[in-house]
């Protein structure tokens, strides 16, 4: 006989870190990912207010940036029937398997990743903070703990994904079958995986940069929006063809009309054909970035007017969370003889 069960749903995990503001591209290359992935997934979410900690902060900033960041998730249409959302420091697994991770990891592995590297660049590895270093160990232990099959993440993240895979096939030969191992569900190319900094588009849009003028914030109001888009950096060539999709050969332009492209559903070459001045596609993709910006900021403002409402939420979210990730814990514990 044919069994009747219908298929379990896909195990989707991810976060975001509170600190900084939040921008296009958290929005494009993860966020709404997280928001279509609830109606398919069995979706764990995190504000990871843990990872925060490896920049010295103010207390009283830290905990309003984690209220800040759940709010506006919710606002961007995480729906807490559909998603169980929480506060990565609410469950205490993820510490805890995170030192499993570190006594799985490397030094080696962890000193080739490249956001360390780039992190330390400007301030040096002397001053860094340690959880600076062992902040993928924490990542994979985030992933993990939710028996998650897919991440859905910026391609930045992809180094991260890859080491969490490792550190799993790793501890699983090593003590028998403990972890899934997930897989990363990053955007395709062309479809909002890296968006760039407008006024340097050779670096990514980012929430700690020294370039704010190329950062749309989610939080900008919207006339400072379509300036940003305006005077986002383009190209010397203004002839014909010079508006086209070439990410080697014409950064700013290219960024834009992955701008438009992700957000219409479109393809940024396609979107190309269309265009023969920079102007007119500016004008076009700051209409269609208000369009999906404006409608959050409202319900943003609507929800920030009930913190208790989201106290709530995130409460509820640790429970639920606290429950599958403290299951996973213990079946490592026992795996490696604790
Ligand atoms: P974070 O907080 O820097 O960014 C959150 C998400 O936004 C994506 N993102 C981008 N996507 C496209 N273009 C950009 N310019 C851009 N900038 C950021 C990121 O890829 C990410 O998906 N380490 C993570 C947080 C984290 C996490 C996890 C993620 C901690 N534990 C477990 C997934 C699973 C980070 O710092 O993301």
Do not use: I, N
């Given at each position: 006989m044919l069994s009747s069960a219908t298929p379990k749903p896909p195990r989707v995990l991810s976060g975001i870190q509170p600190t900084g503001q939040p921008h296009l591209g958290n929005l494009l290359g993860a966020i709404r990912y997280w928001v279509e992935d609830q109606t398919v997934g069995d979706c764990y979410y995190c504000v990871v207010d843990l990872h925060g900690l490896t920049v010295p902060g103010d207390p009283a900033e830290r905990r309003q940036a984690s209220m800040t960041m759940a709010t506006l998730l919710l606002a961007a249409g995480l729906d807490p029937e559909s998603c169980t959302l929480f506060l990565?420091?609410?469950?205490p697994a993820h510490a805890q398997l995170a030192w499993l991770m570190e006594c799985t990891a490397s030094f080696g592995e962890l000193a080739r990743m490249t956001q360390f590297k780039d992190k330390t660049a400007k301030g040096g590895e002397q001053t860094a903070r340690v959880g600076l270093f062992t902040y993928p160990c924490l990542m994979a232990a985030d992933i993990l703990a939710y028996d998650a099959d897919r991440v859905p993440v910026g391609e930045d993240q992809r180094q991260h994904l890859e080491l969490t895979r490792d550190l799993a096939l790793r501890f699983n030969s090593t003590y028998g079958p403990t972890f899934v191992i997930p897989q990363a569900a990053i955007p395709r190319?062309?479809?909002?995986a890296r968006i760039m900094n407008?006024?340097?588009?050779?670096r990514k849009m980012s929430k700690?940069?020294?370039?704010?003028?190329?950062v749309v914030g989610l939080f900008d109001e919207p006339a400072d929006i379509e300036r940003k888009i305006k005077r986002a950096v383009t190209d010397a060539d203004t002839g014909?063809?010079?508006?086209?999709?070439?990410?080697?050969?014409?950064p700013g332009v290219s960024n834009l009309l992955e701008l438009l492209a992700t957000l219409r559903g479109e393809d940024p070459q396609r979107v190309a054909d269309r265009y023969s001045r920079y102007g007119d596609l500016k004008a076009d993709v700051a209409t269609a970035v208000l369009d999906a910006v404006e409608p959050i900021q409202r319900r943003y403002r609507e929800l920030s007017a009930q913190p208790d409402f989201v106290y709530d939420v995130l409460k509820t979210g640790a429970k639920q969370a606290n429950a599958v990730a403290a299951a996973t814990l213990q079946r490592a514990y026992d795996a490696i003889g604790l």
């Open positions: 990565q420091s609410h469950v190319p062309g479809r909002g407008l006024a340097d588009p050779t700690t940069t020294d370039l704010p003028s190329g014909p063809g010079s508006v086209r999709y070439d990410r080697e050969a014409k």
